[in-house]
């Protein structure tokens, strides 16, 4: 296997001609708030195009070497931290890099090696460590038989693989996430038909790829288990925002603790016939963390269960003390800021889906920046878009045709904000402030991937579920600067011309629709045990959960602005 794949990347590397230049400088994810202490150069952003043109466009290739073309749910494509390779990953576990500007011919192309002979299949996105010099996601073994594993792979910025970590039980639960030093990685993963939570760190420097650390819901002894939805990080936040792990501590382990907060929450069961409340969880290292793998431990976040469960990671900001989060029953939570062990200051519930009530909303919201009051886009679990005030006292709903199931992108300028809906392909590019369309384009096949912009927010990038990818053109391209400050393969500044447009029409391939939503009908008779509005020492108080849903009416309007009476309620809090 490992020959055909040195094949399949030399035979790439012959048609490409150009190379993968290392970053060389350190390039935080979106995840990431201020934590980097050399400031970006500030972007000079170009004008928005009255329309997008479409830059380049490929169908990925089917190959009897490499998985499914298909890009799904939790795969996509991802900028590279050099501002300039769009990085795919798909259902059949392949990675290809592709020049965001010129692209058409994959840079490099890496397929991970299968075992028991079984297909590799991918549900991840990569995620890049925050020096820039390595990616890693996520695969999963045997996926459809009755005990699949998973394994993260690493690789470095050429493709090539650097290690591949132990087995790990179960499913992969989204993406693997990177500690700030790059010296470990962490993921979630579902074991038990998906009903048992295991939380995994391993060891990415001194044994490249072996478990450092892992712990359970099971070994936890909760009856039945949880299962863990995917785990968000934030590097080096000013302290772990939360309270102490043991009640009545009088110092809290996030206290003067810089280490990276990493966060994740109950999902659903595939057994579950409803959503019910669900925990929140912690990582932190210890302060004085030596590497002592007996010390590390992951910890309930507060001690009560929450009123919802979530698909997705948060999105924490704001030098780590605020986090938003995409949960069940079409709703939004915020801690803005406010301490994660204790109960949200900010909730929402947008209409709910018409066919599963408690569906959660699919994808991490988008925020426009990483201080205290980012404006937060994103789908709720019905047809609309939204866009909320950071305490969510503002809020702006367009309905869609279609289901919004990936994250929003905002322009680097706040002056546009980037969707598509799921089933239609239907790209919108929407007014920052308002959400009216400026322009919506095509895409013509549904689209249950991530989507990526450029570091100077010129080429939106977008691949459908049948693997064809379209680089996008939204802004001008500057064409002005002294060759040092390009990209050695960017934006062509050839006289003759642009690069040629390679759309490719796909040959009939078989394409599922769009997944139908996860098992999440509501009981009626449930109701929802609220979250305590103080103090997690304090008991429950009952009944001041779900805010008021818009009512559908609102559907036949272009978009309603709601100032919520939840203004008042935060206040209480
Ligand atoms: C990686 O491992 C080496 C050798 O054990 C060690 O010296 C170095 O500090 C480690 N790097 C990080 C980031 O922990
Ligand atoms: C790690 O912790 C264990 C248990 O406390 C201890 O026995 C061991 O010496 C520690 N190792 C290091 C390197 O500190
Ligand atoms: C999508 O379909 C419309 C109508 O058939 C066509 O005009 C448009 O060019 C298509 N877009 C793409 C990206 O193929």
Redesign the pocket.
């Known amino acids: 296997m490992k020959l055909c794949n040195n094949l399949v990347r030399t035979l790439f590397f012959l048609a490409a001609n150009a190379k993968f230049a290392v970053a060389q400088e350190p390039n935080d994810g979106p995840d990431d708030g201020p934590d980097d202490d050399d400031a970006p150069p500030s972007i000079d952003f170009q004008d928005l195009l009255p329309e997008p043109t479409t830059l380049w466009s490929t169908q990925l290739f089917p190959d009897v070497e490499l998985g499914s073309v298909a890009v799904e749910a939790g795969n996509g494509i991802f900028m590279a931290p050099d501002g300039k390779h769009a990085i795919v990953t798909t259902v059949g576990a392949t990675v290809y890099a592709f020049n965001a500007y010129n692209g058409g011919d994959p840079t490099w192309v890496y397929q991970a090696p299968s075992i028991d002979s079984s297909i590799a299949r991918s549900h991840s996105s990569v995620t890049f460590a925050p020096s820039g010099d390595y990616m890693v996601y996520a695969v999963v073994d045997n996926e459809n038989s009755l005990d699949p594993s998973s394994r993260v792979i690493a690789l470095d910025m050429d493709g090539n693989e650097l290690w591949v970590s132990d087995d790990l039980d179960g499913v992969a639960s989204g993406s693997p996430q990177v500690s700030s030093d790059g010296a470990y990685v962490f993921i979630t993963h579902n074991a038990d038909d998906k009903s048992n939570g295991y939380f995994t760190t391993i060891d990415a420097n001194v044994t490249a790829g072996s478990t450092f650390y892992s712990g359970s819901s099971g070994e936890n002894g909760d009856e039945p288990t949880n299962a863990y939805g995917p785990v968000g990080i934030f590097h080096n936040p000013t302290e772990g925002n939360y309270d102490p792990i043991e009640s009545g501590d009088p110092v809290s382990e996030g206290d003067f603790n810089t280490n990276d907060m990493l966060m994740f929450a109950q999902t659903p069961k595939p057994s579950d016939a409803v959503i019910s409340n669900g925990f929140l969880y912690g990582f932190q290292f210890p302060r004085d963390f ?6 590390v431990d992951y910890f309930q976040m507060g001690t009560f269960e929450r009123d919802f469960q979530t698909l997705t990671k948060p999105v924490m900001t704001n030098n780590g003390l605020s986090a938003y989060w995409g949960v069940s029953r079409s709703g939004f939570r915020g801690w803005a800021p406010k301490r994660f062990s204790r109960a949200r200051s900010n909730t929402v519930g947008f209409t709910r889906n018409e066919d599963s009530p408690g569906q959660p909303v699919w994808a991490c919201p988008a925020l426009s920046n990483d201080g205290p009051e980012p404006t937060i886009f994103g789908g709720s679990a019905a047809k609309e878009f939204v866009r909320m005030s950071y305490d969510f006292t503002e809020q702006l709903i367009v309905p869609t045709s279609g289901y919004v199931k990936t994250t929003a992108i905002v322009d680097g300028d706040e002056r546009a904000v980037y969707y598509v809906e799921s089933e239609t392909g239907t790209l919108h590019q929407a007014g920052f402030d308002d959400l009216t369309d400026l322009w919506s384009f095509a895409v013509n096949f549904s689209v249950d991937g991530e989507m990526a912009i450029t570091p100077r927010s010129d080429v939106v990038l977008v691949a459908d579920t049948r693997g064809v990818i379209t680089a996008l053109q939204v802004a001008e391209i500057p064409t002005t600067e002294a060759p040092s400050m390009m990209p050695s393969d960017g934006p062509s500044m050839d006289p003759t011309g642009p690069p040629a447009v390679t759309t490719s029409a796909p040959t009939a391939l078989a394409t599922t629709g769009a997944p139908v939503a996860e098992p999440t009908t509501e009981a009626p008779v449930a109701s929802p045990v609220s979250e305590p509005v103080a103090s997690p020492v304090m008991a429950p108080v009952a009944g001041t959960e779900e805010p008021p849903t818009p009512s559908g009416a609102a559907q036949s309007t272009t978009f309603i602005v709601v100032i919520l009476a939840g203004s008042i309620m935060m206040l209480l809090l």
């Open positions: 030596v590497g002592n793998a007996s010390e």
